[in-house]
């Protein structure tokens, strides 16, 4: 990417195309309430540029309803927004002009051929009319459609719609993608493929906000994992670091009737261990730290990796998914 002056103006109009200095994304006490409800409570979030950033918090978190707000779908009642910086709401057009979004409903036009909701897109962002060809022939290499250019969306699988929709979101080369909550609702292998996409993205430099619950997916595609709870975010690293600081390496699950799962809980959270329910089992945090002698008496325990939700879990008490 050519690197340019720090611009001076935020100015609408004005591109300043700051994206060395500032951050992709800026998020300063965003509030957002609907009637009684506080979707987003005091949000502060910065995206760097070329960075991956996962928005994992179970739902009802608020990770959609900052979506929207990024895209001036809605409008924060407190706080301040910049995205590629330019302010949003004001200057929310220029702003979106630069922005791939990928919404978590399927809102393509089922009669068109991909190709066509593709061309749609182009003209929509205004992609200059002799470079679209080729743009639309690269978001289809890149969703892997070329083959069914031509089929009516209507006749395409699932999978292969939800790659149309990030194809369509990259047709005019956006700098920054935001993806709400892209593999929900998928089978496995479908998500495999949107994986090695979203990876692809952000392997090209492109800032990659993407929302999800599913802690996998935060896991694999984000540099930095910021957990929402409640409108705020409660913690934000890498995800290793965040393993490491709330989980630990390891758990310790241990099976069988209550009475034991309430007796492994008493004896690890005495000796200042953390629990958690999973299932029909109890989990012991940072189990590469027991003592032998607790080992001993908790008994056999299957162990396992730690992940995200363990992290989540230990901050919140509650589960993401
Ligand atoms: P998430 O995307 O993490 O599931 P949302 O941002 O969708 O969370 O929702 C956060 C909270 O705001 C929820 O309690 C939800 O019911 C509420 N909410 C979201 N959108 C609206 C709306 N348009 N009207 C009323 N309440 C809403």
Redesign the pocket.
């Known amino acids: 990417m050519p690197r340019s002056e720090p611009a001076t103006s935020t100015a609408i109009g004005q591109a300043p195309d700051r994206s060395d200095t500032i951050p992709a994304i800026s998020m300063q006490g965003v509030m957002k309430r ?1 009637g009684e ?1 506080t ?1 987003v409570d005091g949000l502060d979030l910065d995206v760097p540029t070329g960075a991956c950033l996962g928005l994992l ?1 179970p ?7 900052t979506m929207r707000m990024l895209t001036a779908q809605s409008i924060a009642d407190a706080g301040r927004i910049s995205v590629l910086g330019y302010e949003v709401p004001r200057a929310s057009k220029q702003a979106r002009a630069s922005m791939g979004v990928v919404p978590q409903e399927d809102n393509l036009d089922i009669e068109l051929t991909a190709r066509q909701n593709l061309a749609v897109f182009a003209r929509l962002y205004r992609v200059p009319a002799r470079e679209r060809r080729a743009a639309i022939e690269r978001a289809l290499a890149v969703a892997q459609l070329d083959g069914r250019a031509d089929t009516a969306t209507q006749n395409l699988s699932g999978g292969m719609r939800r790659r149309l929709l990030i194809a369509r979101a990259l047709v005019h080369r956006p700098r920054l993608v935001l993806l709400d909550e892209p593999t929900v609702g998928l089978d496995p292998q479908v998500r495999q493929e949107l994986w090695s996409l979203i990876a692809g993205l952000r392997a090209d430099g492109v800032t990659v906000l993407m ?1 999800t619950h599913y802690i996998e997916e935060a896991e694999r595609l984000a540099d930095d994992v910021a957990i929402m709870s409640r409108g705020r975010v409660i913690a934000r690293d890498t995800p290793t670091r965040l393993l490491d600081t709330h989980a630990g390496r390891t758990a310790a699950e241990y099976y069988g009737p209550p009475r034991r799962l309430a007796e492994v809980t008493a004896l690890a959270c005495a000796a200042g261990f953390t629990t958690r329910p999973t299932g029909p089992s109890v989990s012991v945090l940072r189990a590469e730290n027991l003592p032998p002698g607790l080992d001993e008496q908790l008994g056999v325990g299957v162990r396992r990796p730690a992940t995200l939700e363990d992290v989540f879990v230990a901050l919140t008490g509650d589960r993401i998914e």
């Not at 739902?59 to 309803?65: E, Y």
């Open positions: 609907y409800v979707a918090g739902n009802g978190a608020g990770k959609s309803t929302s």
